[in-house]
């Protein structure tokens, strides 16, 4: 059996739609079938885009489709002091510099070019970034199979503190996925280019790193991820087996041998018996209707 929970991490700045069905319920099914926790993590750092209720929404949503998670439902702005510890941590290897750079002069940069690395001293109005070097990243993805990257050459040095104050998403997500509690990561394709850094900055903090598996993500008919900035709709909760039964399909259960319970406690039942990642599509994307 595995060792460590599975987790999902949805944002509070919407309503759940298909495509984080699709990401919860593979989630779901890989921790359950390998007989380890599901936890559920609210990522609530980005502030400026939280709405009200939106956390109690995908509460409401996950329940109805029978994803019950296991524990206390936690929350990044309740971990605050352990992400200033791990910019401290990187700030003692000499790793972080500030930087005043602009979205818009780096707009044309493929990756980082270092313009302010000299910049070690605390400054106004500045972001806060860590150095990768030459860094490397290697990990055998579950779905993808053996990936590598070269941090230098695709992203250079990144934000792992913003602007504005709040705590990068690469830096906190690196920190909670990188807790002895947490062993499984199944998640979005979507997210596959952010695994390279999580891993660095783990390796640098001196966590684990989980086990990774990417599934692909729903997109639409002009081949747009679903998501809230393409307006996909929210989760239909009366039509919960129906959704249900739609992702089930695309995560390569056979429409055919799909039961006709209608409960969705039932339908995750049968589901996790079943479940397997190599039923998975190798396709990054599915186009749903």
Request: charged letters at 25%.
């Amino acid at each position: 059996m595995a060792r460590g929970a599975g987790r999902f991490a949805p944002s509070p700045t919407g309503p759940l739609h298909l495509g984080s069905l699709l990401a919860a319920t593979a989630s779901f099914l890989d921790a359950r079938s390998q007989g380890v926790p599901w936890r559920l993590r609210i990522d609530d750092l980005d502030t400026p885009r939280n709405q009200p209720g939106a956390e109690d929404a995908i509460l409401r949503a996950l329940e109805a489709h029978g994803l019950f998670w296991d524990g206390p439902v936690t929350r990044q702005s309740e971990s605050l002091e352990t992400y200033q510890a791990a910019l401290a941590k990187l700030a003692s290897q000499q790793l972080l510099f500030y930087c005043d750079c602009s979205r818009r002069r780096l707009a044309r940069e493929t990756a980082y070019p270092g313009t302010c690395r000299r910049y070690r001293e605390p400054r106004s109005d500045c972001a806060i970034r860590v150095r990768v070097n030459e860094s490397t990243v290697a990990f055998d993805d579950l779905v993808r199979g053996h990936t590598e990257e070269n941090l230098a050459s695709t992203v250079g040095d990144f934000v792992v503190r913003r602007r504005d104050g709040i705590i990068a998403y690469q830096l906190a997500t690196a920190v909670d996925d990188g807790s002895p509690a947490i062993g499984r990561v199944i998640r979005g394709n979507d997210l596959l280019a952010n695994t390279g850094r999580q891993i660095f900055l783990m390796e640098k903090l001196g966590l684990d790193r989980p086990v990774y598996g990417h599934v692909p993500v729903l997109v639409n008919s002009k081949g747009q991820k679903l998501s809230k900035q393409t307006h996909a709709a929210p989760l239909a909760l009366r039509a919960a087996p129906g959704n249900l039964r739609r992702v089930l399909g695309c995560l390569g259960f056979p429409a055919a041998e799909l039961p006709a319970e209608e409960r969705c406690e039932d339908l995750m039942a049968w589901a996790t018996k079943a479940w397997s990642l190599t039923f998975l599509p190798r396709r990054q994307a599915i186009e749903i209707s």
